[in-house]
């Protein structure tokens, strides 16, 4: 309990965030979000699932040929994911 300088609670838990460890679980926990966001409504209505393991995006596709898109962007999509977590986060993507 501090006497002199107190501090809003708003900018104690902005702070909390901020840490690496925090972000990266919380960027790790929005994958799913960010993943609908960088590939688009109508490729996302194909996507069955998306986890995100140890670097690794796993994403089941209902579809071949949105699966076969996936495929060739993969590079450009694993750049647009870590730019939307704001820190490297994902390594490669894997199309189930």
Not at 42 to 67: C, D, K, P
Request: aromatic share 10%; proline share 3%.
């Amino acid at each position: 309990m501090r006497r002199t300088k107190t501090q809003p609670i708003g900018d104690i838990l902005k702070e909390f965030f901020e840490r690496p460890f925090i972000a990266r679980k919380l960027a790790e926990g929005h994958m799913p979000d960010y993943w609908r966001e960088v590939v688009g409504e109508r490729i996302a209505s194909f996507t069955l699932e998306v986890q995100y393991v140890n670097g690794v995006v796993y994403v089941r596709m209902a579809s071949s040929a949105a699966r076969q898109e996936i495929f060739y962007r993969r590079d450009e999509l694993t750049e647009q994911l870590n730019q939307r977590a704001g820190q490297h986060i994902v390594n490669t993507i894997i199309v189930r």
